[in-house]
Each structure stands twice: as C-alpha cells, then as structure tokens.
Antibody, heavy 122, light 110 residues
Framework: QVQLVQSGAEVKKPGASVKVSCKAS????????MHWVRQAPGQGLEWMGV????????RNAHKFQGRVTMTRDTYTSTVYMELSSLTYEDTAVYYC???????????????WGQGTMVTVSS | QSALTQPASVSGSPGQSITISCAGT?????????VSWYQQHPGQVPKLIIY???KRPSGVSNRFSGSRSGNTASLAISGLQAEDEADYYC??????????FGTGTTVTVL
C-alpha cells in the first residue's frame, strides 16, 4: 500500500515562504498526478493545485497564482509545494494527495499524506 | 472558482437515511463533472468514499451512494451508524485541470 509521508510542522513569519515535501513509499507514484489541498483551522478543504506525472506541468487554483510553486523529484519519489508571501490566512494543514488511476484518471484523491501544519505568526 | 454549496449540517437517527447535496451556483456557467466525496473524522485525514459521481472504492460500505444531475450532486448514507458522524466534502473537476471542493457538511447521528 502506497503511503505519502510529509515533512514536519513549520512556523513562519508573515512575508516568508514555506516548502512542504511529500514522499511516496513506493516508486509507482511517479506515474500519478499529485495534488495539494489545504485546510485552515476549523475550516473546509481547499484545492490548491496539481502537478503532472513528469513534473513539467502544473496548474494552480486562481487564488494562488504567482504564490505557489509545485515541483517533483521522480528519483526520490518526492513532490514539493512552496508557498510564498505568507500571510496569517495561510495558517493551515497542507495535504498532498494522489490522483486515483485505474485504467483512466478518475479526478479523485485516493491516497493522502498525513498533513503538514504551517503556522504563520510574527 | 467559488466553492460548491453544501448544507452546513445534516442529522439523523441510527438506521435512518440522509442525503447531502452539493451544488454549483446558478450563475456559474462552469460544468462540474467527476464529483468525488470525502469523509473526514475530527483530527483525521480525508478519506475517499465516492468517485466519478457514483462509484465506491474498494472497502467502502455500500451504505454510501452518490449521484449527479447536471451541476448538483448528492451523497446518500443509508442505515446511519454512529461511525458515520463526520464531516463530508464533495469535490468536482471544473475543467482545465481545476478542481473545486464543497463547503463541507457535518453529519450528526442523534
């Protein structure tokens, strides 16, 4: 069973950047689209963006345009999400999630990382 | 892209059936497809329970069922059990590699 293991909690100051990693336990992940979803304390889920299997294409939600960068290292089975110009509103748990594939892409997220808490505080 | 609209809360007694709706706004011309549903217990990671509108992943109880008509999707839970008490989120593909989550619904088992 594939597991996604994310990096640890972060505390950042307003205006700083944070980079969260998500490592797959098996190499088959290299053939999957990988998504990032965040959840502010007591709030709902918010889709942030997706990176394609080869890492040469990514798409972000409009509200994160210009602030989020998604990359992947296929050799280490790791994807990264970097969010810049942090504000207090970016305080949230950030999840990576694998897109479900079974003979076709089903545009759903079947395996999730454990989440990374990012706190923006002065 | 605005979040899809879900009722804030739905409740039911054990054994009953409940339905959670998930709707795009009437003024939004986006065509929402490939609706999926997630269950999230407090402090836990979301779990996929429905994909492509009405399909269940292996291991998910058949008490959960999904449907979609146009830009409105629904999740039904039959034979409500205490373990079903959780938050539920819909998510839809909005085209051009963009996805949108619903606002979330808290299910309470009375």
């Amino acid at each position: 069973q594939v597991q996604l293991v994310q990096s640890g909690a972060e505390v950042k100051k307003p205006g700083a950047s944070v980079k969260v990693s998500c490592k797959a336990s098996v190499n088959t992940f290299i053939s999957h689209y990988m998504h990032w979803v965040r959840q502010a304390p007591g709030q709902g889920l918010e889709w942030m963006g997706v990176i394609n299997p080869t890492g040469d294409g990514a798409r972000n939600a409009h509200k994160f345009q210009g602030r989020v960068t998604m990359t992947r290292d296929t050799y280490t089975s790791t994807v990264y999400m970097e969010l810049s110009s942090l504000t207090y509103e970016d305080t949230a748990v950030y999840y990576c999630a694998r897109e479900y594939y079974s003979s076709m892409w089903y545009k759903a997220f079947d395996i999730w990382g454990q989440g990374t808490m990012v706190t923006v505080s002065s | 892209q605005s979040a899809l609209t879900q009722p804030a809360s739905v409740s039911g007694s054990p054994g009953q059936s409940i339905t959670i709706s998930c709707a795009g706004t009437s003024s939004d011309p986006t065509s929402y497809t490939f609706v999926s549903w997630y269950q999230q217990h407090p402090g836990q990671v979301p779990k996929l329970i429905i994909y492509e509108d009405n399909k269940r992943p292996s291991g998910v109880s058949n008490r959960f069922s999904g449907s979609r008509s146009g830009n409105t999707a629904s999740l039904a839970i039959s034979g409500l059990q205490a373990e079903d008490e959780a938050d539920y989120y819909c998510c839809s593909y909005a085209g051009s590699s963009i996805y949108v989550f619903g606002t979330g619904t808290t299910v309470t088992v009375l």
